[in-house]
């Protein structure tokens, strides 16, 4: 037991400085005025196109990720989340068109789900319900602070250091790459961590991803929020579309 132990808190270190290093990133703001000023990206493509892809993606990818649990144990899930990270913010710092910010937010949508949503399930199958709240406290935790970090960092580099905000996209891309090479590294641990386990049916394996999200009330309501604006960028397009059809800049002879 006590073994057992040992190697259930040396999976939550080797979890939680992944998160750190993960969670090392420029915030929103950032990334907006990034796209605006620096990649040339219209105001309108940016909250209406761009944004929007990481929404619809995430409940895709959401409804995949349940389908697909069993087989992945979760840990898998994780480190292709990490490969899609790297991806992503590589596409943020090098891309230059916006189609390829649109799959950036689509593919964040993708790491999103790995990282909120196998994480907890992972360490779920790991501690028991007791240690489980204490150790995806200390997880969550270290992702919260770390951002929150990140995003003033972010703010006192440009503001001290260098105003060009090449840098900050450059450290958020190699830290991902930072993270994906220690995951791998320690990859064998995390293996044998649920290699004891019994991954049940279905059924089963859908109470368990979802245990974490009934749990929390901010969760649920993050995905409702998401759901919500799916449909009303849905609904925003199509109404958007009409109007382009029958404007009357469209219409060269209009009478009553």
Known sequence: TNNMEARSKKILLIVCIFTIISSIRPSTPHLTKWYHDYKHQSD??????????YANFYCITLILALILSEKSKYWTGILLGSFISITCRGIILYGETREQFEVTEALYGVTHVAFFMFMPSFLFKIFDSVAYQKAISVQRACRDFFQVVSFVGGDIILNFVDSDMTLLFKISFYTSIIACVWLLGNINQLKQS????????FTQDWKDFTRDVTRNVDIAAGLIVI????????????YSSIYDEISPSKINDFSG
């Open 44 to 53: 309108n493509d940016i909250n209406n196109t761009i944004y929007p892809r």
């Open 194 to 201: 649920v290699s004891h386990v019994q991954f049940g049916s």
């Open 227 to 238: 759901l919500i604006s799916c449909v009303l960028d849905f609904y925003d397009n199509f």
